[in-house]
């Protein structure tokens, strides 16, 4: 197969996956409350890979709570659609996860990471987090980090359990992004 006709076939699968997800939603809708994770992306403007906002997050410590409130939030703020990117919603089962995050990091605007107690566990955030702030020195994207649950100054001075954790995940991984 050429390189046109695999991206036409990704673009294919991520237009049925986002219509599934749009059909899902609109049942549920009729049906009572929709899951909090089952609003679908808003994708704006003529690129459809391009996102306004990417969440980046420690599942575990926030998917099912405050990062599902503010992905709804964004989603259906005001007026104009605002396209978020949000791993459980934007990615297909069985993607290339790793390849297709990072590149959603390059094509967003806001880069939000939500540092929870436990993110420096995650090697994903941490990776997440270190494409994130190389985009914010070459190409100028806007970070916006939010401390969930956590002291700003225990992340800035590694303290307490987040602190521990980073230390933890500091013997597994690569010291150039640590």
């Known amino acids: 197969m050429e390189k046109g006709q695999i991206m036409s076939k990704r673009a294919q699968r991520k ?16 049906e009572g409350p929709s899951a909090p994770s089952s609003f679908p992306p808003i994708l704006t403007g003529g690129d459809s890979d391009q ?73 994903w955030c941490l990776r997440e987090l270190v494409r994130m702030m190389d985009c914010k020195k070459s190409m100028s994207h806007m970070v916006l980090p939010i401390f969930y649950k956590v002291d700003p100054s225990y992340v800035r001075f590694l303290k307490g359990n987040f602190g521990e954790a980073f230390r933890f995940r500091e013997k597994r991984f690569d010291t150039k992004d640590i």
């Open 15 to 30: 237009r049925a996956l986002r219509e599934k997800k749009e059909k899902s939603a609109e049942k549920e809708s009729t």
């Open 51 to 123: 996102y306004d906002v990417f969440l980046n997050f420690r599942g575990s410590d926030t998917r099912k709570g405050f990062t599902d409130y503010l992905y709804r939030s964004l989603v259906n703020a005001g007026t104009v659609s605002i396209s978020v990117f949000k791993d459980d919603i934007s990615l297909e089962i069985g993607e290339d996860f790793n390849s297709e995050i990072l590149e959603a990091i390059t094509r967003s605007k806001i880069l939000i990471p939500i540092i929870s107690e436990n993110y420096a566990l995650s090697k």
